[in-house]
């Protein structure tokens, strides 16, 4: 049994009659293929992108695949409400990473006139386009994502085994987001970070969702096989740790957000550097400069 806690969503989007994909105009679908060459690791190269593909390919295979579809459906809503929060309208969209459509199904054909969507997995649906002053909205995992199931697996593993090794994969740190954007060549940068925390009865029941959801580990530095033993002594420190007074076990999603805008000349741009009227001494006599001038007037 699951049931989501801590969340919060603002109800502001135009509601949509029947089923609101079919509000939206022309949508297609692509295949991502991974470049050719090596598969083994290489510069900054983290994780094994055809496992994944194959992670999520099994997954959507399954006969009950939609049962795990519950944290991509709260962040594709939550990503659909910061696309109303921008005043205006656009005519074309992309969506990188669709897998069933979690964003589309919030949006409307008003607001988004022709939404593309694409995946690495065909099964799940199937270059960087962005027009000038067009805006990128993001969503990844953060660095605070299942920190219970990393703590717990690291004690069980150096108890049982003496030493860890990650069972997760690794998470950005929201401090580099921002560069990371800034060095694709967006503008206008805004990060924000959101959590997302689901009550399971217990650390294998969650462990069944991740490998649901396509989300198991694939870091090229990923332990190909954990011991039994070692898993039920991870249970163990879990349950202990972190169990609620109902006896479920919490799994804490935290979700980073990023809007960045592609540069164009009507975009509002800091002033050249000494081009101020006023030095930062003088701002402690604003309230008397605005005294005078309203006694002026």
Known sequence: MLWLTRLWLRRRRPPTAGDPTKNLGLRKAASGVSPPGSTSPRSLNIFDRDLKRKQKNWAARQPDSVKFDYLKEEVGSRIADRVYDIARDFPLALNVGCGRGYIAQHLNKETVGRFFQ????EHALIHYVLKPDGVFIGAMFGGDTLYELRCSLQLAETEREGG???HVSPFTAVNDLGHLLGRAGFNTLTVDTDEIQVNYPGMFELMEDLQGMGESNCAWNRKALLHRDTMLAAAAVYGEMYRNEDGSVPATYQIYYMIGWKYHD????????????????ELGKINNLMSQRKKSK
Do not use: H, L
């Open 266 to 281: 009507s975009q509002a741009r800091p002033a050249e550097r000494g081009s101020a009227t006023m030095s930062f001494g």
């Open 118 to 121: 694409v995946d690495i997995a």
């Open 164 to 166: 860890f090794s990650p």
